[in-house]
C-alpha cells in the first residue's frame, strides 16, 4: 500500500531501502519474459523475491536517477561483464535498444516471505512499493572484456526511438504525400520539394502524349496499379513552366514536380494556418520530441 511505505520513510529507523531491475524482453521472445535482478547494493549477493517475482543477483552500477527542473534523468547502467554473460544476452536481444527497464524501489521490510527464515516475514504482510519508473534502452556505450554500460531515457524523450512501423524523428513526416492515409492531402499542386512555390493555374487532368502545354498547365499521372487495376499510390502532379508536349518523366527543364519537402513548413503550405489552428496539422513528424536547451 502506498500509505505504508510513506509511513516508513518516516520512520526514525526504516528498514534497508533496495532497488530491483527488469527488462521487458517480450518484444523479442514474443511471450511474457522479463530479465529480473538486483545489483546487491547492501551486500546481499542472494536472489530476492517480491510480489512474486525472483530478482537473481548481478552485478551492476545504476547512477543518474535524480530528475530536474529542465529535462528528463538519462540513467547510466554499467553490467559487469568479465564472464561475457552480458555480451551473449545483447548478440541475441539486439543491444537491448529500445527495450523497457524498469527500476522498483521498496524495503527489506515489504519483501516476500521466501527471504526470511522459515519462509515467514515477521516486519510486514504489506508488500508496497514506491511507483515503478520505467525508462527504455537508448544507447549502448560501451561493451569490452569487462563492463558493459548503457544509457537510459524517459520514454517520453523519444527521438531517434522506434515505436511499431514508425520512426520516431522530430522534422520528418514519414506519410506517403497524397495518401488517404496520414496526409490525406487532394488539392492543386502547391510547392516543388524545398518548399519553392508553384504556379499551377490550369488543371488539364491526365498527362496526354498527344497535347501540348504551356506555363501554368499541371497534369497527373498515375502510379503503379495492382494486376487488377487498382491504384496502389497516390497519382504524382507536374506543374509546366515552359511551353512542352513532352512527358514531365523526360521533360525536367518544362515540368517541376508537386512535392512535399517532409518538414512542417510543407505541411503548412498545403494546409494554412486555418487548419493548423483549428483542427492540427496531419504532420506525421513528432515536433514535440525536438531537443531545446533551457
Not at 534497508?16 to 547492501?42: A, P, Q, V
Not at 568479465?82 to 522498483?104: A, V
Amino acid at each position: 500500500m502506498e500509505i505504508n511505505i510513506h509511513k516508513e520513510i518516516l520512520e526514525l529507523e526504516p528498514s534497508t531501502l533496495i532497488s530491483l531491475y527488469s527488462i521487458d524482453l517480450s518484444s523479442k521472445t514474443g511471450s511474457n519474459d522479463f530479465y529480473r535482478f538486483h545489483g546487491g547494493e547492501n551486500g546481499y549477493q542472494q536472489s530476492i523475491f517480491f510480489n512474486g517475482d525472483t530478482y537473481q543477483y548481478y552485478p551492476i552500477r545504476a547512477e543518474g536517477f535524480v530528475y530536474d527542473e529542465s529535462k528528463p534523468p538519462r540513467p547510466k547502467i554499467i553490467f559487469d561483464n568479465t564472464d561475457s554473460f552480458m555480451s551473449l544476452k545483447l548478440k541475441y536481444f539486439d543491444n537491448f535498444l529500445g527495450y523497457r527497464f524498469t527500476r522498483l524501489r521498496t524495503f527489506v521490510k515489504f519483501l516476500d516471505d521466501a527471504n526470511f527464515p522459515n519462509s515467514r516475514n515477521p516486519h510486514s504482510t504489506d508488500r508496497s512499493s514506491f511507483p515503478e519508473e520505467e525508462y527504455v534502452f537508448n544507447k549502448k556505450v560501451t561493451e569490452n572484456n569487462s563492463v558493459v554500460e548503457f544509457e537510459l531515457s524517459s520514454p517520453l524523450d523519444l527521438e531517434y526511438s522506434n515505436v511499431p512501423a514508425r520512426d520516431v524523428i522530430y522534422n520528418a513526416c514519414r506519410w506517403c504525400y497524397r495518401s488517404t492515409i496520414g496526409c490525406g492531402y487532394s488539392d492543386d499542386p502547391v510547392a516543388d520539394k524545398k518548399n519553392n512555390e508553384l504556379t499551377a493555374t490550369n488543371d488539364r487532368g491526365m498527362f496526354s502524349d498527344s497535347a501540348s502545354y504551356n506555363a501554368g498547365d499541371f497534369v497527373y499521372m498515375n502510379s503503379k496499379d495492382d494486376a487488377g487495376g487498382e491504384e496502389l499510390y497516390p497519382r504524382k502532379y507536374y506543374v509546366c513552366v515552359g511551353a512542352t508536349s513532352e512527358s514531365p518523366l523526360s521533360d525536367k527543364e518544362n515540368w517541376i514536380e508537386d512535392e512535399c519537402s517532409r518538414d512542417i513548413n510543407g505541411c503548412r503550405l498545403r494546409f494554412g494556418s486555418s487548419v493548423e489552428k483549428t483542427s492540427g496539422l496531419p504532420f506525421g513528424g513528432f515536433p514535440g520530441t525536438e531537443e531545446f536547451d533551457f
